[in-house]
């Protein structure tokens, strides 16, 4: 990241994301549409259930299908699996040290075992659903376009509620203590991004895009709204809507615009832990990614006591010549895929938007308001609580997650 | 936490690659504080923002070599790691972004990116063994967790991994599946793929796609005809063997006699 300051102005604020280029939209190219899932969960090894909802999605609406029913329950419950599973691992493990001034989850865990553990226990409840329904945590082997290749008994779900009730009573405590931290003093005008399900649920496995300026289209009308460019110094394509410049996706735009989905419980621990029904401070988001939590472990049990394994697990498709869109919201926000496929199956054309790099600019925004308002803390200081700021985003790029070069150049 | 003299520096390194292989170390819920114990995790930058200095006595490597400067990096890792171990089919065979070493990376580059002077990137994606010497490589994409635990366990005391470089098949038997390729036809690349998922996909009524790369000397011909009869055509047949190992050496061979495009 550089930082460009000139008589306590701040000129200029770059980040650089490293990552190697994988050319997944090239490599799609020729592959069965049958391979979406498998492949496209490689491009993230913390959220592939987002990869694999998003594509199935795609590739179902190109063969005139919609997944509805005891299959669309499935994969939502799945999805709750991996929320619950990023969200801990972004809060206890990546986040929390920040606040409370370590500079790991290992470090911290000398200090506070319980918090550390309680993490870990936390993850693990989020992956033994993965694991159940998914077959595994990373880049899990059972969803397929039009469903699952098998749908689990349910005697194989039923233990999964012991630790999802234990997670739930300790998410509760967790976001009474994040409701004590100090939190950087710092709000920001965004435009907020995100999915409303079309069932009147909390937005997770799919829905229309909505934004605060009052946008509601269908994923088909993504490009239509929203433009991708390319910028010298990234490796991520950087995305503003098309009428305006930047927005927020995830977990702080979900809350902003779909409060009053979230469950009671998960309202009543927010407003206790001192958040309002509107919240445009970015280092809070570690609050509303803790309300997030507990909703979607709420939500998992609640999947879990209405569970009917789906007969058949799979609705068979039919390709044809067409072009399908898909989006659903990853525990970063909201990741829109399209694909157009021929009679064959093969892919012609593969598109894929995924939530770091529509978070880029607004990420970059922060960091040029937050220096702009700390000139005087040292380089170090300011690195940490820059490395923070972007950490308010849980950006997928593991190098942005702890990689932070900041070069201030004070002229 | 300080780093205390006695206790062995791990390292954890990134390449190209989707971070679920270093994921699963953390995904060891109920191993990690005993492994905190045990090692100084000194390199991790997933997990920390402290850097403890090298050298490190096990080095675990995730990630393919795409770049000119990761060609450079590896090296640097390499002198620095006393032990140096890949993790995953990136770092082992090249992953999935090694299926531009069947095709024009130009093209690709053209499929996603609209400036092509802002992109920086090598022709081929390559394991870390095409580059610097490595001591164990472990297959999967992603890795076992337990398997990762052990390998850990064993490069510290100086001894081998037990790791079976047998097949799925094996792993079905021992799990009492039915064959899913002789009781319902349905394709499996079983008997070529290294054991190491426990026989997942079989588990779930599919067969397996061989994210764990290839066996030690797999019989992919004789699976080939088999998987014909199954009516599996060229163009198949280059896509089963050509996805997250494909240029693992035994895969690549196989896929190469069906064609070249992917």
């Known amino acids: 990241m550089s930082v460009r300051i000139r008589d306590r102005e701040v000129l200029d604020v770059q980040l650089r994301i490293y990552e190697p280029p994988r050319f997944f939209e090239g490599i799609l190219r020729g592959r069965h549409y049958t391979e979406v899932p498998d492949i496209t969960a490689r491009i993230c090894g913390i959220c592939p259930v987002a990869y694999q909802t998003s594509g199935c999605l795609a590739v179902e ?66 992956n033994k ?76 496995d799919r829905g229309r895009i909505i934004s605060t300026s009052g946008l509601d289209i269908p994923a088909e009308g993504f490009d239509e709204h929203f433009v991708e460019e390319h910028v010298a110094h990234s490796n991520a394509l950087h995305s503003r809507l098309r009428d305006g410049g930047s927005y927020m996706v995830g977990p702080m735009a979900r809350y902003n615009l779909a409060f009053d989905m979230l469950s009671p419980l998960a309202r009543d621990a927010a407003r206790a832990a001192g958040l309002e029904r509107s919240c445009r401070n970015p280092f809070q988001s570690i609050i509303v990614r803790g309300v997030e939590l507990l909703y979607a472990i709420e939500e998992a049990l609640r999947l879990i006591e209405a569970y009917e394994p789906p007969d058949p697990p799979a609705i068979a498709l039919e390709p044809r010549d067409a072009v399908g869109y898909g ?77 932070l070069k900041l070069d201030v150049e004070r002229d | 936490m300080s780093a205390t003299p006695s206790k062995p ?17 953390l995904s060891c819920e109920d191993e990690l504080l005993t492994l905190v114990g045990q090692v100084d995790i000194a ?123 047998s097949s799925v098949c094996q792993e079905c038997k021992l799990r009492g599946n039915n064959c899913v390729m002789v009781a319902h036809g349905t394709p499996c690349l079983g008997p070529v793929t290294h054991a190491g998922c426990g026989a997942l996909c079989p588990s779930f009524n599919r067969g397996c796609y061989g994210c764990f790369g290839p066996m030690e000397s797999p019989n992919t011909g004789a699976l080939s005809a088999w998987l014909r009869k199954l009516d599996l055509d060229d163009v198949d047949l280059v896509r089963v063997y050509r996805t997250f190992n494909a240029s693992a050496p035994a895969f690549q061979r196989e896929s190469e006699r069906y064609g070249r495009s992917a």
Not at chain 1, 181 to 196: G, K, N, S, T, W
Not at chain 1, 373 to 385: A, T
Not at chain 2, 154 to 160: F, P
């Open chain 1, 61 to 126: 609406q190109a063969c005139g299908v919609t997944v509805d029913g005891p299959i669309r329950e499935l994969r939502r419950l799945v999805y709750c699996g991996e929320w619950i599973e990023s969200h801990a691992l972004h809060l206890y493990l990546l986040h929390a040290p920040d606040f409370l001034g370590y500079e790991s989850a290992i470090h911290m865990a000398a200090d506070h075992p319980a918090l550390f553990e309680r993490g870990l226990t936390t993850r693990k409840a989020g």
């Open chain 1, 129 to 204: 659903l993965l694991i159940t329904l998914g077959g595994r945590a990373e880049h899990p082997i059972n969803p397929r376009t039009g469903g699952f290749y098998r749908a689990p008994s349910r005697a194989e779900v039923e233990p999964l509620v012991e630790p999802l009730q234990h997670a739930l009573d300790e998410t509760l405590e967790t976001i009474t203590l994040l409701g004590t931290l100090a939190m950087p003093d710092f709000e920001r005008d965004y435009e907020f991004v995100a999915l409303r399900d079309d069932d009147g649920r909390y937005p997770i």
């Open chain 1, 327 to 403: 989006v659903s919201e990853a525990p970063r926000g909201i990741l829109w895929h399209r694909y157009q496929i021929d009679a064959s199956g093969a892919i012609r054309d593969a598109r894929i938007v995924p939530p770091t790099s529509q978070n880029q600019r607004a990420i970059e925004e922060d960091l040029h308001g937050f220096v702009a308002g700390h000139l005087d803390l040292s380089d170090d200081d300011l690195q940490w609580q820059c490395e923070q700021a972007i950490r308010n985003y849980d950006p997928c790029i593991s190098c942005a997650t702890h990689f």
């Open chain 2, 9 to 25: 520096k791990l390292a954890v390194w990134k390449f190209s690659s989707c971070d679920g292989c270093q994921l699963s170390l």
């Open chain 2, 43 to 165: 390199y991790f930058l997933e997990a920390s923002r402290a850097v403890v200095e090298g050298p490190y006595d096990l080095s675990l490597v995730e990630g393919s070599i795409t770049t000119e400067l990761d060609a450079e990096r590896i090296h640097r890792v390499r002198r620095v790691s006393r032990r140096l171990v890949t993790i995953g089919a990136c770092a082992t065979a090249g992953g999935i972004q090694g299926l531009r070493n069947f095709t024009d990376v130009e093209d690709l580059i053209a499929a996603v990116y609209p400036t092509r002077e802002y992109v920086a990137t090598l022709e081929q994606s390559t394991a870390i063994s095409a580059h610097v010497p490595v001591d164990f490589e472990l297959q999967g994409c992603p890795v076992n967790k337990y398997q990762l635990l052990e390998v850990i366990r064993a490069s510290l005391a100086n001894r081998v991994a037990p790791i079976p470089a």
